[in-house]
């Protein structure tokens, strides 16, 4: 028998789904507080959020540190009594390095270094500096990250800078992911100022203006499962765990308007529901109901991604790690997408006289190994020929992520925009939100935002 029915139901205990609980507490309902049924499908609460300690080194097995801190952030983790444990990295984070025909080269950061990188010949750096005056500066329907950088900044940007970065955040192809959906900032500053560079410009004069101080690279001290820890343990009971939910049912019976099932038969009723899976997991659940719905979700691919940690000696290191790592374009032809330097970043992490790097192999370049050995000596092989790196490993860990990251593809902002009109305009999806990084962004503030946005 289910139990009383819950105000709100969240599928999904990850980042997402912790947090639309957590506003959901801010509300009232009928002059109490709402109750609220977290349900998660593994044995505990992160989704693929979480920290492992082994052998002296603090690894993240998915996000590892927070670009930025949302408002929205900062106030949860000030009522988890959190706020004191959000550290910035390190300020050598400002180093960072890109893989150019074998070898590393110092990501430019200003002017003057753009014009002395090697990593642009004369006539990209020469088109660079034309970009506040290249008219269009809206991004064109569907356009691809490639299309508009190369418009914007000419085809000399695009590799091997952007395709790094985008490699970098999405694991993915700059020439098949979407400008507005996957860099949205870039495109809207473009549109608003005419142009990238004074976007970005006004950008920071704004931000020195308004004294923000939140902007850089942050973990929390205890590592980022503190921060799903925390949040369920601040609802109890609430949280249930080894609740894979495979059926979702419109019922309209009383206070409850959906039913959910999980692979144990148990029922869980709802007022609303919130998705907050990624779109894969939350297509068949909703094809029964609504199967346009579905379609559209099940249509957003994502990229399988390892991320593999390193623990090495400081002395088994030749190169420089002092920064916050490196970034490999496709043109090097290798399976490795990058390099954190994660013990540099946040010291605490690894301990004195020890390097923890942390490695991302695969996304759309290569179909990952069965085998998680084969995975980590692939890791360790393009590593060492990067990083000068000799011996072998003190620890080797392998997360595994399938699906991984999600592709933005051509078209997914209309996408967005046919499932929005779905949930507005079908009365049997009344009460029903998705959220999660399946749609609007893939980090944590992202995550943080798509709450603040969708949920109820």
């Not at 505990?44 to 949302?70: K, L, N």
């Not at 550290?87 to 753009?114: D, I, M, N, Q, Y």
């Not at 809207?188 to 203006?209: D, T």
């Not at 719905?293 to 420089?320: C, F, K, P, T």
Request: overall charge positive; aromatic content about 6%.
């Amino acid at each position: 028998m289910p139990q009383e029915p819950a105000d709100l139901a969240i599928v999904g205990g990850g980042v997402a789904g912790l947090f639309a609980a957590w506003r959901a507490r801010t509300r009232t309902v009928q002059g109490r507080a709402p109750v609220v049924r977290v349900l998660e499908a593994a044995a505990a609460p992160g989704g693929v959020v979480a920290t492992v300690e082994d052998a002296g080194f603090r690894i993240e097995r998915a996000a590892s540190s927070i670009r930025g801190a949302a408002l929205e952030l900062l106030a949860a983790l000030k009522e988890l009594g959190l706020g004191s444990e959000l550290v910035a990295a390190a300020p050598c984070a400002a180093k960072r390095w890109v893989a150019f025909r074998g070898r590393l080269e110092p990501t430019p950061a200003g002017p003057l270094s753009f014009l002395t990188s090697p990593l642009l010949g004369a006539g990209a750096k020469l088109r660079l500096a034309l970009e506040p005056f290249v008219g269009e500066p809206v991004a064109r329907p569907d356009e691809t990250l490639a299309s508009f950088v190369a418009r914007r900044f000419g085809a000399g940007l695009v590799d091997p800078l952007v395709d790094a970065v985008v490699t970098g955040i999405f694991a993915g192809d700059v020439r098949k992911l979407e400008a507005a959906s996957a860099l949205p900032r870039m495109v809207e500053l473009s549109a608003q100022h005419g142009s990238v560079v004074r976007g970005f410009m006004a950008a920071a004069r704004a931000r020195k203006r308004e004294g923000i101080s939140t902007r850089g690279l942050f973990a929390l001290r205890g590592g980022m499962g503190s921060l799903v820890a925390a949040l369920a343990r601040s609802f109890g009971d609430a949280v249930t765990c080894d609740a894979r939910i495979v059926a979702l049912r419109r019922i309209d019976a009383g206070d409850a308007r959906w039913e959910l099932e999980d692979s144990r038969g148990r029922l869980v009723r709802a007022r609303e529901v919130v998705l907050a899976t990624p779109a894969w997991a939350a297509a068949p659940l909703l094809a029964p109901l609504a199967p346009d719905l579905a379609r559209e979700l099940a249509a957003i691919e994502a990229a399988n991604v390892a991320v593999v940690a390193l623990g090495v000696a400081r002395a088994q290191v030749g190169a420089d790690v002092e920064g916050l790592g490196f970034l490999v374009p496709r043109s090097e032809n290798s399976p490795l997408l990058g390099v954190l330097f994660e013990s540099s970043l946040f010291p605490d992490r690894a301990a004195p006289g020890r390097v923890l790097l942390r490695c991302m192999v695969g996304g759309e370049r290569l179909a990952l190994p069965d085998d998680e050995n084969a995975i980590a000596e692939l890791a360790w092989r393009e590593a060492a020929r990067y990083l000068r790196l000799t011996g072998t490993p003190e620890l080797r860990r392998v997360f595994v992520h399938k699906p991984g990251i999600p592709q933005y593809r051509p078209g997914h902002a209309r996408r967005l925009a046919r499932i929005d009109a779905l949930l507005a305009q079908e009365p049997r999806l009344a009460g029903l939100k998705l959220a999660g990084w399946s749609y609007r962004g893939i980090a944590v503030n992202d995550a943080v935002r798509s709450v603040a946005r969708d949920a109820p």
